[in-house]
């Protein structure tokens, strides 16, 4: 089993700053991408930013000179950098990765996601 946990959630004034970390753990042999997707009352969940093993960056655009996306390797771990917040970015933001797991007898790859962090942007 692979585990994703978020943390660093929480409220935040319009123009503030959040940073918010996750980081897996299991029986993990690799991370490929990794990324964060937000989802909020009534809408779809949506794809946030993703980086890759090599560091090459997606974001969408609603994010895109405001948000940073980056990961610590050797920590299994993705972080966002969430900057000049606006309350359209109120959600809760989860964290996902494609993870190669192993068991005593296979190795296989698996998408795998935290449980999710809110974030509330509002005066």
């Known amino acids: 089993q692979v585990q994703m946990v978020e943390s660093g959630g929480g409220l935040v004034q319009p123009g503030g700053s959040l940073r918010l970390s996750c980081a897996a753990s299991?029986?993990?042999?690799?991370?490929?991408?990794m990324g964060w997707y937000r989802q909020s009352p009534g809408k779809q969940r949506e794809l946030v930013a993703t980086?890759?093993?090599?560091?090459?960056?997606n974001y969408a655009d609603s994010v895109k000179g405001r948000f940073t996306i980056s990961r610590d390797n050797a920590k299994n771990s993705v972080y966002l950098q969430m900057n000049s917040l606006k309350p359209e970015d109120t959600a809760v933001y989860y964290c996902?990765?494609?993870?190669?797991?192993?068991?005593?007898?296979?190795?296989?790859?698996?998408?795998?996601w935290g449980k999710g962090a809110l974030v509330t942007v509002s005066s």
């Open positions: 980086i890759t093993t090599s560091g090459t960056t």
């Open positions: 996902a990765a494609r993870v190669v797991t192993t068991t005593p007898d296979a190795i296989y790859g698996m998408d795998s």
């Open positions: 299991g029986s993990i042999f690799m991370i490929n991408t």
